[in-house]
């Protein structure tokens, strides 16, 4: 039997990452998060595209958006000049794991 794994915020945040925009293309353009050119989106990103896309629960969002902002975890962390992606999806890892009981490995 295979199980499907929905895909969470950490995997989309491990696909492509970025700065001072929701989401952006390849050609580093802002695009909405929902938009089939979007390959990069940033902490709070991806937290909307899966609970548009991929099945987050209402619930589940704001209480991923809730840990991470009682921990400091803003779009201006996101966009620190020195942020590096594996920080945010580490970040992002812990906040699922917090919240929704998730291992802390990405979806390959």
Excluded: H
Aim: hydrophobic residues 40%.
């Amino acid at each position: 039997m295979t199980t499907t794994k929905r895909k969470l915020p950490s995997d989309y945040l491990a696909q492509g990452w970025c700065q001072s925009a929701l989401a952006r293309n390849t050609s580093d353009e802002s695009v909405p998060v929902r938009s089939p050119d979007a390959r990069a989106w940033c902490l709070y990103g991806a937290v909307a595209l899966v609970l548009f896309k991929d099945g987050l629960q209402t619930s589940e969002s704001m209480a991923i958006d809730t840990w991470l902002r009682s921990r400091g975890y803003s779009g201006w962390w996101n966009d620190a000049p020195s942020r590096t992606q594996a920080e945010v999806v580490a970040v992002m890892l812990e906040a699922e794991a917090a919240v929704l009981g998730r291992s802390t490995e990405a979806v390959p």
